[in-house]
């Protein structure tokens, strides 16, 4: 069973700085693309950034210059580096993994993309 679990989660005060971490396991082969999206209270879910396995990011424009997503291709880990947050950043974050890939034996499947953890909420007063 292929599980991501998200850790890292709480409350800070605007300006300050938070660390979120995500860490995929199960039979995995390989995964194309990791990223965080963000959902707050009466709002759709939206993206904050992903990377892909071949080192490409990708922010949303209300994030760019203060969150930086680092990824571990190898060990199925990312990360988002939260700086000088804002109270609009406050919601529930989700780890997310697309094109994702599992083995058994010499066999290679592809998942049932896209995966979610159960995200971690994050919440910054003013």
């Known amino acids: 069973q292929v599980q991501l679990v998200e850790s890292g989660g709480g409350s800070v005060q605007a300006g300050g700085s938070l660390r979120l971490s995500c860490i995929a396991s199960?039979?995995?082969?390989?995964?194309?693309?990791m990223g965080w999206y963000r959902q707050a209270p009466g709002k759709q879910r939206e993206l904050v950034a992903t990377a892909s396995r071949g080192g490409s990011t990708n922010y949303a424009d209300s994030v760019k210059g203060r969150f930086t997503i680092a990824r571990d291709v190898y060990r199925h880990t990312v990360d988002l580096q939260m700086n000088s947050v804002k109270p609009e950043d406050t919601g529930v974050y989700y780890c997310?993994?697309?094109?994702?890939?599992?083995?058994?034996?010499?066999?290679?499947?592809?998942?049932?993309?896209?995966?979610w953890g159960q995200g971690t909420q994050v919440t910054v007063s003013s």
């Open positions: 199960g039979n995995i082969f390989i995964i194309e693309t």
């Open positions: 997310n993994a697309d094109g994702l890939k599992t083995y058994r034996s010499v066999h290679v499947f592809d998942g049932a993309n896209p995966y």
